[in-house]
């Protein structure tokens, strides 16, 4: 049973899920209890919705413990947490909800279980308003694997808005501490690449189209790069339903790695997405930092965990990011200061993040 309880208001800041998912996880670490009322306030249907709710439901298993307040359109939840155990959990939506999203609320738990975990996660594979598995497989990978973090994740099946049905396997192997990371070398974008797709009955037509138009936009600015987006048709055997999309991929001299993505919708021109991707990709090169908008945001409940100073050079901050920086620094004792760079490779848009970390420590191990 837990003997700490921590409260946290679900309408400060970015007022949506990501304020449920770093508040749980941090909760169920520490194995505190956590009360969140005005759930998801920020948005326009407030309250928990499916996915939400089986991140919830996940944590609670993952720990063995109590959730009150827990169905869908609820404002108000309750979770009581206790030891972290290992083994093997599975979380569906059973809507296109985000399967990455699940993932982003379990895998710093499983990280202090007590031996092995494997998360089998369904839903939507390829969503609105969350991370492509795509990205996470090349960019939130690698990145969170600097922190020490040991993770394998099988695609097994893709899954689109509205049916959902897509899978993911997530392996980990737990740690004793995470070590803090210094991300402060931009470099030079050396390649970018990537992939166009489309799903179940779109013509492969729209996956060049969107292909085409993406290389065009970032030739505008980006003139002796080699840039090779391929343009596929998923398998038939990996992918549910119909859907259309694109990633876009930045490497650079230093090993940092940014990308990009756009969803196809009903009315929308190929080119145009094409064109979104590719502007949002530009958009996170030209700022010199080392993370893109997406992944600064999921840096930060790594930092606060780990044993001693981490600093990321970043763009702009996000909404996403400062919710983040202040649940962290309210639930546990790291302490986070941003600051301009003010190095010859910066511009008005480049910041450094710093923060010293608490060195949780896995007492299940």
Same mark, same amino acid.
């Given at each position: 049973?837990?003997?700490?309880?921590?409260?946290?208001?679900?309408?400060?800041?970015?007022?949506?899920?990501?304020?449920?998912?770093?508040?749980?996880?941090?909760?169920?670490?520490?194995?505190?209890?956590?009360?969140?009322?005005?759930?998801?306030?920020?948005?326009?249907?407030?309250?928990?919705?499916?996915?939400?709710?089986?991140?919830?439901?996940?944590?609670?298993?993952?720990?063995?413990?109590?959730?009150?307040?827990?169905?869908?359109?609820?404002?108000?939840?309750?979770?009581?947490?206790?030891?972290?155990?290992?083994?093997?959990?599975?979380? @569906?939506?059973?809507?296109?909800?985000?399967?990455?999203?699940?993932?982003?609320?379990?895998?710093?738990?499983?990280?202090?279980?007590?031996?092995?975990?494997?998360?089998?996660?369904?839903?939507?594979?390829?969503?609105?308003?969350?991370?492509?598995?795509?990205?996470?497989?090349?960019?939130?990978?690698?990145?969170?694997?600097?922190?020490?973090?040991?993770?394998?994740?099988?695609?097994?099946?893709?899954?689109?808005?509205?049916?959902?049905?897509?899978?993911?396997?997530?392996?980990?192997?737990?740690?004793?501490?995470?070590?803090?990371?210094?991300?402060?070398?931009?470099?030079?974008?050396?390649?970018?690449?990537?992939?166009?797709?489309? %799903?179940?009955?779109?013509?492969?037509?729209?996956?060049?189209?969107?292909?085409?138009?993406?290389?065009?936009?970032?030739?505008?600015?980006?003139?002796?790069?080699?840039?090779?987006?391929?343009?596929?048709?998923?398998?038939?055997?990996?992918?549910?339903?119909?859907?259309?999309?694109?990633?876009?991929? %930045?490497?650079?001299?230093?090993?940092?790695?940014?990308?990009?993505?756009?969803?196809?919708?009903?009315?929308?021109? %190929?080119?145009?997405?094409?064109?979104?991707?590719?502007?949002?990709?530009?958009?996170?090169?030209?700022?010199?930092?080392?993370? @893109?908008?997406?992944?600064?945001?999921?840096?930060?409940?790594?930092?606060?965990?780990?044993?001693?100073?981490?600093?990321?050079?970043?763009?702009?901050?996000?909404?996403?990011?400062?919710?983040?920086?202040?649940?962290?620094?309210?639930?546990?004792?790291?302490?986070?200061?941003?600051?301009? %760079?003010? @190095?010859?490779?910066?511009?008005?848009?480049?910041?450094?993040?710093?923060?010293?970390?608490?060195?949780?420590?896995?007492?299940?191990?």
């Amino acid at each position: 049973m837990a003997a700490t309880t921590f409260e946290m208001d679900g309408s400060i800041m970015e007022g949506g899920g990501q304020i449920l998912r770093v508040s749980t996880a941090l909760s169920c670490i520490q194995g505190a209890s956590i009360k969140i009322n005005n759930v998801r306030a920020g948005r326009s249907t407030p309250g928990l919705r499916p996915q939400h709710l089986s991140g919830l439901e996940l944590v609670r298993d993952l720990c063995a413990g109590h959730l009150e307040g827990g169905e869908v359109g609820s404002t108000e939840i309750t979770l009581t947490t206790g030891k972290i155990k290992g083994g093997d959990y599975t979380a @569906d939506t059973k809507t296109a909800g985000s399967v990455v999203l699940l993932m982003q609320v379990s895998l710093p738990c499983v990280l202090f279980a007590d031996s092995p975990s494997v998360l089998c996660l369904k839903g939507g594979t390829n969503a609105e308003m969350a991370p492509q598995i795509d990205y996470t497989l090349t960019v939130f990978k690698p990145m969170v694997e600097r922190f020490g973090v040991n993770f394998d994740c099988d695609l097994k099946m893709r899954g689109y808005y509205p049916k959902g049905g897509g899978e993911i396997i997530v392996k980990t192997n737990p740690v004793k501490q995470l070590t803090p990371v210094t991300l402060t070398e931009r470099g030079t974008i050396t390649k970018i690449y990537g992939r166009a797709f489309v %799903a179940g009955v779109l013509p492969h037509k729209l996956a060049k189209d969107m292909s085409a138009a993406a290389v065009r936009y970032i030739r505008k600015e980006i003139k002796d790069l080699y840039i090779n987006i391929q343009a596929v048709r998923e398998k038939k055997d990996e992918s549910f339903g119909n859907g259309n999309g694109i990633i876009l991929i %930045a490497e650079s001299s230093t090993g940092c790695v940014f990308a990009a993505s756009a969803l196809g919708k009903k009315g929308v021109y %190929a080119d145009k997405v094409g064109c979104e991707a590719a502007e949002m990709l530009l958009r996170n090169t030209r700022h010199n930092g080392c993370v @893109d908008e997406y992944m600064q945001d999921q840096m930060i409940i790594f930092m606060a965990l780990a044993n001693g100073t981490s600093r990321i050079r970043t763009g702009p901050l996000t909404l996403h990011t400062q919710t983040a920086i202040h649940v962290a620094e309210q639930l546990t004792k790291a302490k986070f200061t941003v600051t301009k %760079a003010e @190095d010859q490779d910066s511009n008005e848009d480049t910041h450094i993040i710093e923060c010293q970390g608490t060195g949780m420590t896995n007492a299940n191990l």
